[in-house]
T-cell receptor, first 112, second 116 residues
Framework: EADIYQTPRYLVIGTGKKITLECSQT?????MYWYQQDPGMELHLIHY???????EKGDLSSESTVSRIRTEHFPLTLESARPSHTSQYLC???????????FGSGTRLTVV | DQQVKQNSPSLSVQEGRISILNCDYT??????FLWYKKYPAEGPTFLIS?????DKNEDGRFTVFLNKSAKHLSLHIVPSQPGDSAVYFC???????????????FGSGTQLTVLP
């Protein structure tokens, strides 16, 4: 079954640690996205990719970085986590045309 | 500046009645609109969409209405069911995004609670 997977679902980590949030999709989509969402707030685009070796920053400034070495994989890395990074991170992908996004289940990150 | 606004953070309706969720936008270049539904601890799931060349799109119990002159769209759920209780996000996109991709701009969501 084609889908998009995010791991871990929940992560509690100490300040200063390096973390990588994983995102993989099996739909062969070229375009992938990372959104950040705080409770009661809109989803903010922080990174996107239109294909392998293509990455761009989104509307919301983020200290995280991303890579796109394989079509199916779009990991997000925080080199030094801080409490201000506490949020939900949602990965999505999209195909051609007007089709909407398919979202993963998200990673709830808490930095203590 | 928030280009997609959902001014009602929450809405409660009785089971069997109609739920109406509203969304306003400011960017006249938006030409495609979507509604997503989100349960706690899960990612948003696509619900229904509408192109700017239409003013109505219906899919089962869900209907989306678009009023371009007012830059307003609404989602109607009839009849509402307790399983519809979730956060509903309105999203919009424009074909004038960079590259060939469309990027979605989301509203802040409305928590719908359907009471049994």
């Amino acid at each position: 079954e084609a889908d998009i997977y995010q791991t871990p679902r929940y992560l509690v980590i100490g300040t200063g640690k390096k973390i990588t949030l994983e995102c993989s999709q099996t739909m062969g989509h070229d375009k992938m996205y990372w959104y950040q969402q705080d409770p009661g707030m809109e989803l903010h685009l922080i990174h996107y990719s239109y294909g392998v070796n293509s990455t761009e920053k989104g509307d919301l400034s983020s200290e995280s970085t991303v890579s796109r070495i394989r079509t199916e994989h779009f990991p997000l890395t925080l080199e030094s986590a801080r409490p201000s990074h506490t949020s939900q991170y949602l990965c999505a992908s999209s195909g051609v045309g007007l089709a909407g996004y398919t979202f993963g289940s998200g990673t709830r990150l808490t930095v203590v | 500046d928030q280009q997609v606004k959902q001014n009602s953070p929450s809405l409660s309706v009785q089971e069997g009645r109609i739920s109406i969720l509203n969304c306003d936008y400011t960017n006249s270049m938006f030409d495609y609109f979507l509604w997503y539904k989100k349960y706690p601890a899960e990612g948003p799931t696509f619900l229904i969409s509408i192109s700017s060349i239409k003013d109505k799109n219906e899919d089962g119990r869900f209907t989306v209405f678009l009023n371009k002159s007012a830059k307003h769209l609404s989602l109607h759920i009839v009849p509402s069911q307790p399983g519809d209780s979730a956060v509903y996000f309105c999203a919009a996109s424009t074909s004038i995004s960079s590259g060939s991709a469309r990027q979605l701009t989301f509203g802040s969501g409305t928590q719908l609670t359907v009471l049994p």
